[in-house]
């Protein structure tokens, strides 16, 4: 009985290694049978990647949709840069008109000035300066009229007793002839001394502006007044600033630009200039790039440029804010489409549908730099003559992933 038991233990033990060595060499060699392979996976019915993006539609469903389409080609685009500006005069064509001497100032035919933003002509009448004497101080103007008046009372005696003495016969007539000349001349400087007083009192202007020495302002420049510094009947001392005209034609665009997009900016080319706040004037106005003062400003990191642009309906004045589109390095030949095709994703890619086949419709991928004028310029993903759908865009997005009906 222990005979038989250990009998069944060896030829056991030694069954399982047999079998154990069997099982290796199975293994063995379908590992070497597998390494051996030219395709070690196989898939059936794969799908290419070009076909995740196609849409193939039944006639009915286009035509449900109203899909549109047109031709990618190359157009002249004009790369702006959008800012605000300001018009501004020239420089040397604003002047400032001082007092070249003391004086009394008055309107040109009334007491009241022109106003500033009247339109004046070169050599026009601005305003009247009555030149006052020395003696400029009331007390003093007042006290020459006194003398001027006991004056005038010894020529008016002289002149009667030369007037009785030749009735009588007993003096010449040129003595009676000077007597009169000497009253006619008391008579005039007690009226110049009654006027300068009446000027310093601020009352009868127009009337003592009679037989008073008169210095007329004009206008050195076609323009417009500005500034009027001084009010009518205002005594002014030699050297007083009176007014400012400035020119309005042509005049300046001052463009502040950031110093970061300056270097992206064709100077040599021109602006275009535009009024702010006019919905119904759409007209343009072209304006030349001119050298102006190097200005900058270092609060806002800004450089200006500055433009030219004429203006003889005076539709520009000094002061008023412009928009000014700036043409950008690298404007030219580039592919533009409609923006309408133009698609975004959640992430932001942008994406248009080529028509590749007839009710066929492959999603491609675009890089776009810009939207001018309602076209956007690609610049990867789309080449000359491909067709794009330009209507419907969103429904076939919808259609692709399962959202339309």
């Not at 008023?320 to 950008?328: E, F, G, I």
């Not at 975004?344 to 080529?354: K, Q």
């Amino acid at each position: 009985m222990h005979g038989s038991s250990k009998y069944i233990q060896t030829y056991t033990g030694k069954f399982i290694l047999l079998f154990s060595l069997i099982l290796i060499c199975v293994f063995s060699k379908n590992n070497l049978s597998e390494g051996k392979s030219d395709k070690p996976a196989k898939v059936n019915n794969g799908v290419k990647e070009s076909e995740l993006t196609t849409v193939i539609l039944s006639p009915t469903a286009e035509q449900r949709l109203g899909v549109e389409t047109t031709v990618a080609d190359y157009q002249i685009i004009r790369n702006t840069l959008r800012l605000g500006g300001e018009i501004m005069s020239l420089p040397g064509h604003q002047a400032r008109i001082a007092a070249p001497m003391a004086g009394t100032v008055y309107g040109i035919n009334s007491d009241e000035l022109l106003p500033a933003g009247t339109q004046v002509k070169k050599g026009q009448a601005i305003l009247n300066l009555l030149l006052l004497t020395p003696e400029k101080d009331i007390a003093g103007v007042r006290e020459a009229v006194e003398v001027k008046k006991v004056q005038l009372e010894v020529a008016q005696a002289q002149a009667d007793r030369a007037k009785l003495l030749l009735q009588d016969k007993a003096t010449s007539r040129k003595i009676y002839l000077e007597a009169q000349a000497g009253l006619a001349a008391a008579r005039a400087s007690l009226k110049a001394a009654e006027a300068r007083l009446h000027l310093l009192d601020g009352t009868g202007m127009e009337s003592a502006t009679e037989g008073l020495s008169t210095f007329v302002l004009k206008s050195p420049v076609d323009g417009v007044i500005q500034r009027i510094h001084v009010a009518p009947g205002q005594a002014v001392s030699a050297s007083t600033l009176l007014f400012e005209v400035v020119s309005q034609d042509p005049v300046w665009v001052r463009v502040p630009v950031y110093v970061g997009d300056m270097v992206t900016v064709d100077q040599e080319k021109d602006a275009i200039i535009q009024p702010l706040g006019n919905v119904r004037n759409k007209n343009v106005y072209n304006a030349k790039p001119v050298n102006g003062p190097l200005l900058s400003d270092p609060n806002s990191v800004s450089s200006d440029l500055f433009f030219e642009i004429s203006n003889p309906d005076g539709l520009f004045r000094t002061g008023q804010k412009v928009s000014v589109s700036l043409t950008k390095l690298g404007s030219g030949n580039r592919i533009a489409v409609p923006w309408s095709a133009i698609m975004y994703d959640i992430h932001g890619g942008s994406w248009v549908y080529l028509k590749t086949a007839r009710y066929t419709y492959s999603r491609q991928r675009v890089e776009v730099s810009g939207v001018i004028d309602g076209y956007a310029v690609v610049t990867r993903g789309v080449n000359k003559d491909d067709e794009i759908v330009i209507t419907a865009v969103t429904e076939l997005f919808g259609t692709e992933f399962g959202g339309g009906k």
